[in-house]
């Protein structure tokens, strides 16, 4: 092998974006915001998960001061990776309720633009990420230890943390043993208002 100085460039294209908050105001309002947890109607779904009946937990009273957070978030999102809409607003709320051994299904969210998950209970276990790259399945595959073959991302999330992804993006949870019940908030956010503005692809959303 020659020694040769090597000029290297490299260029990740197309990454997928992950962006996680943490909430500093989670310790002083997680027994409030728990309790009112406690007075949802819950539908007992498939393996374990039981979900709540209302799913538009974004406009209710009691969980305004923790929306008028994530609206900030999602403000800050917006303003980060500079997207050409209005706002960006959350038009579907729901909170999961799980037990141990029980599991969270592998799934996307259609009808959505991204997606969101805030870790309300004290015992959260960490969501999985799939890799929208099928070319690990489909293409050549050699191993690799860098970051270019792996397929599968845990979130490592911690109580009061808000994670926003696209919601293309598969995700589950894997049965683990746990204290209690596994409470975490969902969110489908949408673009709102004027999108692309001034471009052959403008539209507005209504809110």
Request: glycine share 2%; proline share 4%; charged share 20%.
């Amino acid at each position: 092998m020659h020694h040769w100085v090597m000029n290297r460039k490299v260029y990740e294209l197309f990454p997928t974006i992950v962006v996680r908050y943490e909430n500093p105001q989670y310790e002083n309002n997680k027994f409030k915001f728990i309790e009112s947890v406690n007075n949802l109607v819950f539908q007992q779904g498939m393996f374990g998960v039981s979900q709540t009946a209302d799913h538009h937990l974004h406009i209710r009273d009691e969980f305004k001061s923790l929306f008028d957070w994530i609206q900030d978030c999602l403000h800050d999102y917006k303003k980060f990776f500079d997207y050409d809409c209005d706002n960006l607003t959350p038009c579907l709320s729901w909170i999961n309720k799980s037990t141990k051994f029980s599991e969270h299904r592998y799934h996307s969210h259609p009808n959505s633009f991204l997606s969101a998950i805030y870790y309300i209970s004290t015992n959260p276990t960490s969501t999985y990420f799939e890799s929208p790259n099928t070319s690990i399945y489909n293409g050549i595959v050699v191993n690799s230890k860098s970051k270019f073959n792996q397929n599968v991302w845990s979130s490592q999330a911690k109580s009061g943390d808000l994670v926003i992804f696209p919601s293309t993006l598969y995700h589950w949870t894997q049965p683990e043993n746990f204290d209690g019940e596994r409470l975490t908030l969902s969110l489908n956010i949408m673009p709102t208002g004027i999108v692309n503005e001034n471009s052959l692809i403008q539209f507005k959303y209504i809110q």
